[in-house]
Every structure is written in structure tokens, then in C-alpha cells.
Antibody, heavy 121, light 107 residues
Framework: QLHLQESGPGLVKPSETLSLTCTVSGGSISSSSYYWGWIRQPPGKGLEWIGS???????YYNPSLKSRVTASVDTSKNQVSLKVYSVTATDTAVYYC?????????????WGQGTLVTVSS | DIQMTQSPSSLSASVGDRVTITCRAS??????VNWYQQKPGKAPKFLIYAASNLQSGAPSRFSGSGSGTDFTLTISSLQPEDFATFYCQQSYTSPYTFGQGTKLEIK
């Protein structure tokens, strides 16, 4: 059974860079059928898609965040990573890693448990 | 971006009730809608894809319908474990966007 686990610092200072890693187990991130997505959820609010990456390194991002985010992949470690630059308090959220089906319907399943990142000095 | 608007934002219902949640897209998106269930402190769980197709393992009391701009998620007979927040998501075009959520509470 596929399992995704996010990791990274829970506290980041304003203007610094948020760095997260998602480790995938029970399956390969090199599958041709899936992208790997990042989604975030501010406390008490809804879900926002950040971006997605294929095992080749191909990426696409939400235009609202595109200038500040970079996703990467390490197939040797079965990991995907996310960096968010120049963070502010509005970047405080639970960050989820998820597998994204390729094709017309692009659903997200399964999801990691999520990791809360707080931006504060 | 395509806006997804859910109604109601919250809903109180009893075990055994039939419940319907609506999701409206700001433009036509054919049947490119997926639904998720999220319980407090947990990650969302995938329920339905392509508006009406039940994800493997999801209970059959969940069903979805709609196309174009209007979509519904129906729970035929509420069970205690169904009380949660539900989100629709459009996959018609990037950026993928979610509804604001419908919180289903016990009456």
C-alpha cells in the first residue's frame, strides 16, 4: 500500500525559505501513471493546490505561487521536495504531499498525513 | 482560475438522513470534478472522480452526479463516521481549484 510522509521544519522565519520533503514508500515515484502533487491548507481554511512534478522533473505550478516555489524529485531516494521562498505569515499551513493521477481527471490519492509549517519570527 | 462554490457551507443532519451537497463551477467543466472527505486533523480522503465514479473502497452510500457547472455529492443514509468536511475539486484545467468545503455536523 502506498504511503507518503512529509517532513521538514515546523517553524520558518519570515523572508526565509520553507523546505519540505515527501518520502514515498510502497511504490515507485517513477511510475509513468502519476504526478506527485503538493497541496496546502491554512489553519481552519480550504485546500490550495501548489504544484505538481513528474519523475522526469517536469513541473507545473499554481500561477499564484509560481514565482516563489520550486519542486524537485530524487528518484534514487523515492522522494519529492518542495521549496517556498520568501515566506510570510500567509504561508502558514498544513502542507500535504499527494499522488496525482495523470489523465483527464487528475485526482489526488492518497495523501500524506501533512505537516504544519508556521511562519513566525 | 475556475472558482468552485459549495453549498451549504455547513449542514446539520442525523444518522440515517439523506444528504446532498452542491458544488458550482464558475464556467463549464464537463464532468471534471472530484470529491474528497476530510475529518478533523486528518488528510483529505478521495471519494469520487469524474463527477460520478466511486473510488475503489469508498462506501456505496456515496454518489455523485452532474456535468457542466453544477454537481452534487449525495450520501444516501448517513453513518456516524460520515460526519466530516467535504470538498469538490475541478480537474478541468490548471490551476486545480477546490471548493471552500461543506462541514457536515451531527444534529
Amino acid at each position: 500500500q502506498l504511503h507518503l510522509q512529509e517532513s521538514g521544519p515546523g517553524l520558518v522565519k519570515p523572508s526565509e525559505t520553507l523546505s519540505l520533503t515527501c518520502t514515498v514508500s510502497g511504490g515507485s515515484i517513477s511510475s509513468s501513471s502519476y504526478y506527485w502533487g503538493w497541496i496546502r491548507q491554512p489553519p481552519g481554511k480550504g485546500l490550495e493546490w501548489i504544484g505538481s512534478i513528474y519523475h522526469s522533473g517536469s513541473t507545473y505550478y499554481n500561477p499564484s505561487l509560481k514565482s516563489r516555489v520550486t519542486a524537485s524529485v530524487d528518484t534514487s531516494k523515492n522522494q519529492v521536495s518542495l521549496k517556498v521562498y520568501s515566506v510570510t505569515a500567509t504561508d502558514t499551513a498544513v502542507y500535504y504531499c499527494t499522488r496525482q493521477a495523470i489523465g483527464n481527471y487528475n485526482w489526488f490519492d492518497p495523501w500524506g498525513q501533512g505537516t504544519l509549517v508556521t511562519v513566525s519570527s | 482560475d475556475i472558482q468552485m462554490t459549495q453549498s451549504p457551507s455547513s449542514l446539520s443532519a442525523s444518522v440515517g438522513d439523506r444528504v446532498t451537497i452542491t458544488c458550482r463551477a464558475s464556467q463549464s467543466i464537463d464532468s471534471y470534478v472530484n470529491w474528497y472527505q476530510q475529518k478533523p486533523g486528518k488528510a483529505p480522503k478521495f471519494l469520487i472522480y469524474a463527477a460520478s465514479n466511486l473510488q475503489s473502497g469508498a462506501p456505496s452510500r456515496f454518489s455523485g452526479s452532474g456535468s457542466g457547472t453544477d454537481f452534487t455529492l449525495t450520501i444516501s443514509s448517513l453513518q456516524p463516521e460520515d460526519f466530516a468536511t467535504f470538498y469538490c475539486q475541478q480537474s478541468y484545467t490548471s490551476p486545480y481549484t477546490f471548493g471552500q468545503g461543506t462541514k457536515l455536523e451531527i444534529k
